[in-house]
């Protein structure tokens, strides 16, 4: 059997792998390659999976993504053919909570003031910080990444609040509310963090009249997905000063134009999709990888991490 590596791997990734399954040819080459044609497997970040390559495919039985989201790939065509796909949900967490953290830490103790006036040799005690203690999170999405962060704002005594479609209780939030309440807890929220996946759900969720229910001292994170929220709706919650600060690794167009006023809004941090990045996304990883391969030598189809092809994640 054939498995299709669309990206490079390290050596001390790699040999391990074949050592591993000797039953497997592996390829690791482009996606236009014509070894797709041969492939029984593609492990795929996602973003060259098109429906040509779907079409071109033919002895194609599972897709492993090496990515959270597959919001960028051919899902209707995915859905009729009924592939099998799953991904490595989970592996992200650690930088990502990481990444909300030094961000939220960034503006409470005042940071990039003090860089400024560094580059200014200027002294000068007047400084705007504050903590995080005893203020409230609403974390829009608490899965295995809104839980790390979650986790790590209690530890600095933040009060956490879960927004699930469920409403379905998950660890490290103190509550946890459904999408149908949260125009009810919104105005709750000293920092709305966003870490939700794209979904027929989620797309276009948040609107203006959800940050007119906002804190005008509060912050607003998206680390999920960019369609979330209009981009257009941003500015006017920023320029009519809805809410204090706006923190954005994520937008509806990526990468995000030069003419896109966000760039030098006041209030707004523009991270260009770097926060799931980490010197061990790979090795994180392979474990799942190798796991589900396992599996599939097994003709198991109960894949660690499977995606609902459904509910899109």
Not at 6 to 30: A, G
Not at 146 to 161: C, K, N, P, S, Y
Not at 168 to 195: C, G, W
Not at 281 to 301: C, V
């Amino acid at each position: 059997m054939n498995v299709l590596f669309t990206f490079p791997l390290k050596d001390e990734l790699k040999q391990p792998l074949i050592e591993r399954f000797p039953e497997l040819n592996f390829t690791f080459s482009p996606i236009e390659d014509a070894t797709v044609e041969r492939a029984s497997v593609i492990v795929t970040y996602g973003e060259d999976i098109t429906e040509e390559t779907l079409e071109r495919a033919k002895q194609l039985q599972w897709i492993m993504v090496a990515s959270a989201g597959v919001d960028k790939m051919p899902m209707k065509e995915m859905k009729k053919r009924k592939i099998p796909m799953a991904n490595v949900s989970g592996i992200h967490k650690t930088p990502m909570a990481e990444a909300v953290l030094a961000h939220l830490l960034a503006q409470a103790r005042a940071l990039p003031t003090i860089y400024e006036r560094q580059q200014k040799k200027e002294w000068n005690k007047k400084i705007h910080s504050t903590e995080l203690r005893g203020k409230t999170a609403l974390i829009l999405g608490p899965g295995a990444i809104g839980q790390e962060i979650g986790r790590l704002l209690q530890a600095f005594g933040v009060q956490t609040i879960g927004c699930n479609y469920s409403g379905e209780k998950r660890p490290y939030m103190d509550n946890t509310i459904s999408f149908k309440q949260l125009d009810d807890h919104i105005h709750e929220a000293d920092f709305f963090i966003s870490v939700v996946p794209s979904t027929k759900e989620t797309r276009g969720m948040i609107t203006k009249d959800h940050f007119k229910k906002m804190k005008e001292t509060a912050y607003f994170l998206n680390f999920g997905r960019g369609d979330l929220v209009k981009e257009q709706d941003i500015v006017w919650a920023l320029e009519n000063k809805e809410v204090a600060r706006v923190i954005l690794d994520v937008y509806e167009e990526e990468p995000l134009p030069k003419t896109s006023p966000l760039w030098s809004l006041e209030g707004c941090t523009v991270s260009p999709h770097v926060s799931s990045f980490s010197g061990k996304y790979l090795e994180r990883s392979m474990p799942i990888i190798e796991e589900n391969l396992s599996r599939y030598l097994q003709g198991r189809n109960d894949f660690v991490n499977k995606i609902d092809l459904t509910k899109e994640y």
